[in-house]
């Protein structure tokens, strides 16, 4: 009997967890509404109804806020503003690799923090901007961090808003996780402790809690900043997406993206559950800390064993991984990432006896 893929790889919900119907009913409403607004080209601040509906839901302005084809675009229009040649960047190590690369391209030289289960190492950053080190960016990913899974403590925020303060570089806060916790108590936003003083930028999608397919991002900054990136946007592509954006603007102002998030939430809990207990049983020569909320699970494997072997051996057994050595600049990460969002929990516990083989293989 063929054997089934399975995969750990793709930071995606599976379908049954994504609101079909409520979108469905969202697309039919955004076209009775406004089937002037939604078809046009609009400007590039984004379907003004949305960009409104942000700036209420995050305590800000509308002229602070631009909406964007997904927060990647976010992320590279905001490189594009900030980042020259050879300006120094932040990142914390592990990060996500499509970050890292944006950053290469824009020549940046990038400076590499340890991250911890508590979030990126404060000490250590204090100590490489007490040795001369002056970042123009942080780029910090607070909330069920890819690829780790951490969440950046509460003492750490106020940390990092006092060392951008003193140092006077920007903290990029790249927060698509942010509604999916699904235990504890949801922590402040770096930008909404900055109380509008300008050290933070802020950027999210809907890409996690309404579907993939759906590229609606948005951007929070300065005012001068984004009308700076408004300029850089009317000229890349006249206007995001106003279809899908109006798709989205009347999933939530209809409560449904809260609904939406709460179905996704029990879903997430359950499948890192199965996936801990299983890794607890099968694999327990590995270590992980289970996150709170989000996607991703980083897992540290045996001493000596490298991801690149375990990947190949898991690949002939038709399953899918990433390498933590993606997320780091200088490889060496002893770990891959788990993805489970995509994957249910008899998938995940069978996932995991392949993980096991693998690993026995490698």
Not at 45 to 63: D, M, Q, S, T
Not at 117 to 139: F, M, N, Q, V, Y
Not at 190 to 197: K, Q, T, V
Request: glycine content about 10%.
């Amino acid at each position: 009997m063929e054997v089934t893929g399975l995969s750990f790889a793709r930071g995606a919900p599976s379908l049954d967890i994504i609101d079909v119907d409520g979108l469905r009913e969202a697309a039919q409403r955004a076209f009775a509404n406004d089937p002037g607004g939604m078809t046009a080209y609009g400007t590039a601040v984004g379907y003004v109804p949305l960009r409104r509906w942000i700036a209420e839901r995050h305590g800000v302005e509308e002229a602070n806020v631009l909406v964007t084809n997904g927060s990647m675009q976010a992320d590279a229009f905001l490189f594009d503003d900030l980042v020259g040649a050879g300006d120094e960047v932040v990142v914390e190590r592990p990060s996500y690799d499509r970050t890292l690369l944006s950053l290469r391209q824009h020549g940046a030289a990038l400076r590499a923090i340890g991250l911890e289960p508590d979030g990126i190492d404060t000490d250590a950053l204090s100590a490489a901007l007490e040795g001369g080190a002056r970042p123009k960016l942080a780029h910090i990913i607070p909330n069920f961090h890819n690829p780790a899974g951490y969440t950046l403590s509460g003492p750490k925020r106020e940390r990092m808003l006092e060392l951008a303060r003193e140092h006077e570089f920007t903290i990029f806060e790249d927060d698509p996780y942010i509604a999916l916790r699904f235990r504890g108590e949801t922590l402040p936003t770096m930008l909404s402790l900055d109380a509008g003083e300008g050290s933070v930028v802020y950027a999210s999608s809907f890409s996690k809690t309404v579907c993939p397919g759906i590229r609606v991002g948005f951007l929070i900054g300065p005012r001068e900043l984004i009308a700076r990136i408004v300029v850089r946007a009317t000229n890349t592509y006249i206007s995001p997406s106003m279809v899908d954006a109006a798709i989205v603007y009347e999933f939530c102002a209809s409560g449904s993206i809260d609904r939406s998030i709460e179905r996704v939430r029990a879903a997430l809990e359950q499948r890192v559950d199965a996936l801990a207990q299983a890794l607890h049983e099968q694999i327990p020569s590995v270590s992980f800390v289970v996150p709170d909320g989000g996607y991703f699970l980083w897992v540290k494997l045996p001493e000596g064993v490298e991801p690149a072997a375990v990947l190949k051996a898991a690949a002939e057994r038709k399953l899918a991984l990433v390498s933590g050595d993606d997320f780091v600049l200088d490889g060496g990460s002893g770990a891959v990432r788990l993805a489970f969002a995509g994957v249910t929990p008899e998938e995940i516990r069978e996932g995991v006896t392949r993980l096991a083989a693998a690993l026995e293989a490698a």
